[in-house]
T-cell receptor, first 115, second 116 residues
Framework: DTGVSQDPRHKITKRGQNVTFRCDPI?????LYWYRQTLGQGPEFLTY????????KSRLLSDRFSAERPKGSFSTLEIQRTEQGDSAMYLC?????????????FGAGTRLSVL | AQTVTQSQPEMSVQEAETVTLSCTYD???????LFWYKQPPSRQMILVIR??????QNATENRFSVNFQKAAKSFSLKISDSQLGDAAMYFC?????????????FGGGTRVLVKP
């Protein structure tokens, strides 16, 4: 496995701009998760996909946030009209449906700074 | 709602010594998994150890072991023979076995400092 890859690693944007992050999961992992981690806190669940279907969304995922996973491979997370409160680390994780404990493997994250 | 609490914001340990990190959780579920993840500075989170709630035997992975007390809803992590590379944020996490997607609920983390 090559690991979960996230791009970009850092993103600085001005308030009101749109940003998009990409996550490439471990190949053959059919589940993909997005979490948000603010400074000094643990990650919080945002949403998850099984293959291309988005099966659950947290109430943290406002209507300015949209996630996609076309063809069940990579995923994108878009934030429209960014606000300063969106500044955080956005983590992606992937897992198999079957297998021991559905262990989630994490990427290094995308750190978003909204000025 | 399920919650995970890590009461120690920071722990310091001398190299080669032992440190124990505490974690408590609140759930009404009977079947769940518990995890400890390690997050080094500016690096990705990696799984340290995991425990199935239905197993009474405490999990062990090399220098890492847990003390799982189901009735008390406690899941502490012991790091033995601490090494400089153990310095990181440690997160306790929980997921429900029957829940769709097995999403993780994390605690707030404990920073471990290792003194040479």
């Amino acid at each position: 496995d090559t690991g979960v890859s996230q791009d970009p690693r850092h993103k600085i944007t001005k308030r009101g701009q749109n940003v998009t992050f990409r996550c490439d999961p471990i190949s053959e992992h059919n589940r993909l998760y997005w979490y948000r981690q603010t400074l000094g806190q643990g990650p919080e669940f945002l949403t998850y996909f099984q293959n291309e279907a988005q099966l659950e969304k947290s109430r943290l995922l406002s209507d300015r946030f949209s996630a996609e996973r076309p063809k069940g491979s990579f995923s994108t997370l878009e934030i429209q009209r960014t606000e300063q409160g969106d500044s955080a680390m956005y983590l992606c994780a992937s897992s198999r449906t079957q297998g021991p404990l559905n262990i989630q493997y994490f990427g290094a994250g995308t750190r978003l700074s909204v000025l | 709602a399920q919650t995970v609490t890590q009461s120690q914001p920071e722990m310091s340990v001398q190299e080669a010594e032992t440190v124990t990190l505490s974690c408590t959780y609140d759930t009404s579920e009977s079947d769940y998994y518990l995890f400890w993840y390690k997050q080094p500075p500016s690096r990705q989170m990696i799984l340290v150890i995991r425990q199935e709630a239905y197993k009474q035997q405490n999990a062990t992975e090399n220098r890492f072991s847990v003390n799982f007390q189901k009735a008390a809803k406690s899941f502490s992590l012991k790091i033995s023979d601490s090494q400089l590379g153990d310095a990181a944020m440690y997160f306790c996490a929980y997921s429900v076995i029957k829940a769709a997607g097995n999403k993780l609920t994390f605690g707030g983390g404990t920073r471990v400092l290792v003194k040479p």
